[in-house]
């Protein structure tokens, strides 16, 4: 991917409305590798302090960098 595609695709991501296939091909871009979880969190699975702003979301994989840190991709 060369840099004006790479500018293109970030400002679908943020300017358009979400689309999970975007975004997911955003990540697989970004990080290289992660691992795919897909998993759909609602109600009581979202912690109080989001629950103003989020009703439901979901995980769609982990990753793990270079020196072991974990990242939930949201």
Not at 39 to 53: C, E, K, Q, S, W
């Amino acid at each position: 991917m060369d840099k004006q595609q790479a500018q293109r695709q970030i400002q679908d991501i943020f300017q358009k409305s979400f689309n999970r296939e975007t975004y997911e091909h955003f990540l697989r871009n970004l990080l290289n590798k992660f691992e795919l979880r897909g998993v759909h969190y609602t109600g009581n699975l979202i912690p109080d302090a989001f629950r103003i702003h989020v009703t439901q979301y979901w995980r769609i994989g982990k990753y793990i960098d270079p020196d072991g840190n974990e990242m939930d991709l949201l």
